[in-house]
């Protein structure tokens, strides 16, 4: 199935495909093509009535699609992170994590979280206090921050005692405090 054959059956349902179909799909989709691949595939790893692995490997599969949006789009990347992070912390919460496999492995969640964040919590925490009177890229910057750290409350819970839990225990205390 490549994205031609996708354009010439647009009434094609992909909820229907197999997941070979959809991965197969997802190596030559661009732009709203992998959007609708990468829901599509996290509706499959949503659904219960799938064994747990079947619902990993959906969950991988939208998460491809997701980064594949990277290869295609600038300025998206907080909002590819995001969903990234998002699913990840779902699949954790709701399939269990998995240290053999960095992507449902909560340290490994974490220390890409930390590697996106800009600023530290302190200086987050700083700027939101008077953030109405800042630029509109600042205010954009903290917004970017907010969505970045939204999964925090839930990560924490697998964390081990440590600097990387205590700095991303103080996001989860900034959070709320930013626009």
Known sequence: MSSDAYREEPGRDLNTWTLDQLQTFIHDARGQQ????????QGQAYNSSHPQEARRQWA???????????????????????????LRTWVIDRLGPDDTDPDWSPEALASDTLDTLTLT????????????DLPVDQIR???????????????????????????????????????
């Open 34 to 41: 992998l959007e609708t691949a990468r829901v599509v595939a």
């Open 60 to 86: 991988k599969l939208s998460l491809l699609a997701n980064r594949r949006m990277l290869d295609n789009a600038e300025g998206r990347s907080a909002r590819v992170a995001q969903q990234d992070f998002m």
């Open 121 to 132: 919590p302190t200086h987050a925490a700083g700027r939101a206090e008077g953030w109405r």
């Open 141 to 179: 910057e903290l917004r970017r921050h907010k969505n970045l750290t939204a999964h925090l409350e839930s990560l924490v819970g697998y964390l081990a005692p440590g600097p990387v839990r205590e700095r991303l225990v103080a996001w989860t205390v900034t959070r709320p405090l930013l626009p």
